[in-house]
Nanobody, 127 residues
Protein backbone atom coordinates (compact mmCIF):
# COMPACT_ATOMS: atom_id res chain seq x y z
CA UNK A 1 0.00 0.00 0.00
CA UNK A 2 1.48 3.31 -1.11
CA UNK A 3 1.51 6.06 1.48
CA UNK A 4 1.96 9.70 0.58
CA UNK A 5 2.89 12.22 3.24
CA UNK A 6 2.62 15.93 2.56
CA UNK A 7 4.46 18.58 4.52
CA UNK A 8 5.37 22.24 4.27
CA UNK A 9 1.99 23.87 4.63
CA UNK A 10 1.40 26.81 6.91
CA UNK A 11 0.36 30.41 7.22
CA UNK A 12 1.94 32.99 4.95
CA UNK A 13 1.19 36.55 3.93
CA UNK A 14 0.03 37.39 0.44
CA UNK A 15 3.01 37.61 -1.90
CA UNK A 16 4.97 35.11 0.13
CA UNK A 17 6.20 31.63 -0.70
CA UNK A 18 5.88 28.09 0.56
CA UNK A 19 7.32 24.79 -0.59
CA UNK A 20 5.21 21.70 -0.20
CA UNK A 21 6.76 18.24 -0.18
CA UNK A 22 5.18 14.88 -0.79
CA UNK A 23 7.15 11.82 0.24
CA UNK A 24 6.10 8.44 -1.08
CA UNK A 25 6.59 5.26 0.91
CA UNK A 26 7.32 3.03 -2.07
CA UNK A 27 10.11 3.33 -4.57
CA UNK A 28 7.68 2.26 -7.29
CA UNK A 29 6.25 5.77 -7.08
CA UNK A 30 9.34 6.92 -8.91
CA UNK A 31 7.78 5.43 -12.04
CA UNK A 32 4.40 7.12 -11.60
CA UNK A 33 3.09 10.53 -12.53
CA UNK A 34 2.30 12.61 -9.46
CA UNK A 35 -0.09 15.46 -8.97
CA UNK A 36 -1.29 18.09 -6.55
CA UNK A 37 -4.87 19.08 -5.93
CA UNK A 38 -6.42 21.52 -3.51
CA UNK A 39 -9.74 22.00 -1.82
CA UNK A 40 -10.97 25.20 -0.27
CA UNK A 41 -13.85 25.25 2.22
CA UNK A 42 -17.17 24.78 0.47
CA UNK A 43 -15.55 24.14 -2.89
CA UNK A 44 -14.79 21.14 -5.06
CA UNK A 45 -11.33 19.64 -5.10
CA UNK A 46 -9.44 21.15 -8.00
CA UNK A 47 -6.35 20.27 -9.99
CA UNK A 48 -3.22 22.33 -9.30
CA UNK A 49 -0.27 20.69 -11.04
CA UNK A 50 1.11 17.37 -12.20
CA UNK A 51 4.44 15.96 -13.26
CA UNK A 52 5.46 13.00 -15.40
CA UNK A 53 7.32 10.10 -13.85
CA UNK A 54 10.68 11.35 -15.15
CA UNK A 55 10.06 15.00 -14.34
CA UNK A 56 10.43 16.11 -17.93
CA UNK A 57 6.86 17.22 -18.36
CA UNK A 58 4.67 19.29 -16.12
CA UNK A 59 1.20 20.74 -16.38
CA UNK A 60 -0.36 23.53 -14.31
CA UNK A 61 -3.78 24.93 -13.75
CA UNK A 62 -4.21 28.37 -15.28
CA UNK A 63 -4.70 29.85 -11.83
CA UNK A 64 -1.17 28.88 -10.71
CA UNK A 65 0.76 28.96 -14.00
CA UNK A 66 3.86 31.10 -13.64
CA UNK A 67 3.67 31.14 -9.83
CA UNK A 68 3.94 27.46 -8.88
CA UNK A 69 6.67 25.06 -9.92
CA UNK A 70 6.47 21.31 -9.56
CA UNK A 71 9.57 19.13 -9.45
CA UNK A 72 10.57 15.71 -8.25
CA UNK A 73 13.54 13.84 -6.88
CA UNK A 74 13.07 10.18 -7.73
CA UNK A 75 16.06 9.14 -5.65
CA UNK A 76 14.10 10.40 -2.64
CA UNK A 77 10.66 9.45 -4.07
CA UNK A 78 9.60 12.99 -3.26
CA UNK A 79 7.83 15.69 -5.23
CA UNK A 80 8.02 19.37 -4.44
CA UNK A 81 5.55 22.15 -5.12
CA UNK A 82 7.20 25.55 -4.92
CA UNK A 83 4.52 28.19 -4.50
CA UNK A 84 5.47 31.82 -5.03
CA UNK A 85 3.48 35.03 -5.12
CA UNK A 86 0.79 33.43 -3.04
CA UNK A 87 -2.67 34.94 -3.03
CA UNK A 88 -5.50 34.62 -0.50
CA UNK A 89 -7.41 32.56 -3.05
CA UNK A 90 -4.67 29.92 -2.85
CA UNK A 91 -5.86 29.12 0.65
CA UNK A 92 -6.88 25.46 0.74
CA UNK A 93 -5.92 22.00 1.85
CA UNK A 94 -3.38 20.71 -0.63
CA UNK A 95 -3.32 17.01 -1.50
CA UNK A 96 -0.62 14.99 -3.19
CA UNK A 97 -1.67 12.12 -5.43
CA UNK A 98 -0.04 9.29 -7.34
CA UNK A 99 -1.28 7.32 -10.29
CA UNK A 100 -0.14 3.73 -10.81
CA UNK A 101 0.56 3.42 -14.52
CA UNK A 102 4.34 3.09 -14.70
CA UNK A 103 6.48 5.05 -17.14
CA UNK A 104 3.59 6.70 -18.94
CA UNK A 105 3.98 10.10 -20.55
CA UNK A 106 0.37 10.89 -19.75
CA UNK A 107 0.00 13.55 -17.07
CA UNK A 108 -3.34 13.05 -15.33
CA UNK A 109 -5.30 16.18 -14.57
CA UNK A 110 -8.46 14.78 -13.03
CA UNK A 111 -8.77 13.31 -9.56
CA UNK A 112 -10.29 10.02 -10.72
CA UNK A 113 -7.08 9.18 -12.61
CA UNK A 114 -5.11 9.02 -9.38
CA UNK A 115 -5.07 5.98 -7.15
CA UNK A 116 -3.30 7.11 -3.99
CA UNK A 117 -3.74 10.25 -1.96
CA UNK A 118 -2.04 11.91 0.94
CA UNK A 119 -3.81 13.25 4.00
CA UNK A 120 -3.43 16.86 2.93
CA UNK A 121 -1.62 19.90 4.27
CA UNK A 122 -3.24 23.23 5.04
CA UNK A 123 -2.05 26.36 3.25
CA UNK A 124 -3.43 29.66 4.48
CA UNK A 125 -2.59 32.94 2.77
CA UNK A 126 -3.47 36.07 4.69
CA UNK A 127 -4.06 39.54 3.25
Amino acid sequence: QVQLVESGGGLVQAGGSLRLSCAASERTCSSYAMGWFRQAPGKEREFVAAISWNGRATYYADSVEGRFTLSRDNAKTTVYLQMNSLKPEDTAVYYCAAETVPFTLNIPRTSYEYDYWGQGTQVTVST
